[in-house]
């Protein structure tokens, strides 16, 4: 059997793909979450719902996506040989990531989804994996230079991380003065 036939199906337009992510982006933006529909996104896209499914299991992972395609890049941690600036810096950009119009758009509709959808939070997880492994690489080198108390739990550490990030955009813009309190009461319950 010829490696055509092997295949099944047509192969994915990737066309497709970048025109239902800009679509999904700019209506959750101007509808919000609750009325952002699969339709209304496939119309924009110029494709179809059949199209959109397959591709994506549900409307939540498709805003996901939409909202946070650049993962792993937007959250990038570099390595300053500091690790309160490197914290910091994380703040930052967590923040910054969440800050984002689309984020912020689909962010209340997409908290409750999670508890509806349980293939969802390991999706959401498995996006920021790449950005998260650095950043346990970096608090695993901490902690042989001794700026960490061993058994230091990372997970917990960038939950706490992205949880202030986001309880601080739901009450007023992070600025720098945030930045620093919220990173010197991390580094207090982290330090060795």
């Known amino acids: 059997m ?13 066309l497709i793909d970048e025109a239902v992510l800009k679509a999904a ?3 959750v933006v101007e ?12 119309e924009r896209a110029g494709t179809s719902k059949p199209a959109i499914y ?5 409307k939540a992972h498709l805003v996901h996506e939409a909202a946070f395609r650049d993962g ?11 690790l309160h600036d490197d914290l910091a810096e994380m703040l930052r950009r967590t923040a910054a990531a969440f800050a984002h119009p689309v984020a912020r758009a689909l962010t209340p509709g997409l908290m409750a989804e999670i508890a509806q959808d349980p293939t969802l939070h390991p ?3 498995e996006r920021f994996a790449g950005a998260w492994k650095g950043f346990h690489d970096r608090i695993a080198v901490a902690e042989t230079r001794g700026e960490v108390r061993a058994g230091v739990d990372t997970d917990v550490l960038i939950e706490t991380l992205a949880g202030a ?3 601080r955009l739901l009450i007023g ?18 330090a060795a």
Do not use: C, F
């Open 2 to 14: 010829s490696d055509i036939k092997a295949q099944s199906g047509r192969p994915r337009n990737p």
């Open 25 to 27: 982006a700019e209506l």
């Open 31 to 42: 509808v919000g979450y609750a009325d952002l529909t699969i339709a209304a996104i496939a």
């Open 54 to 58: 397959r591709r994506w299991p549900s």
């Open 72 to 82: 792993d890049d937007a959250l990038a941690l570099p390595d300053t040989g500091d």
């Open 123 to 125: 999706a959401l997880l």
């Open 165 to 167: 990030a986001l309880m």
């Open 173 to 190: 813009e992070p600025d720098e003065h945030w930045v620093t309190q919220t990173t010197d009461l991390l580094m207090r319950g982290i």
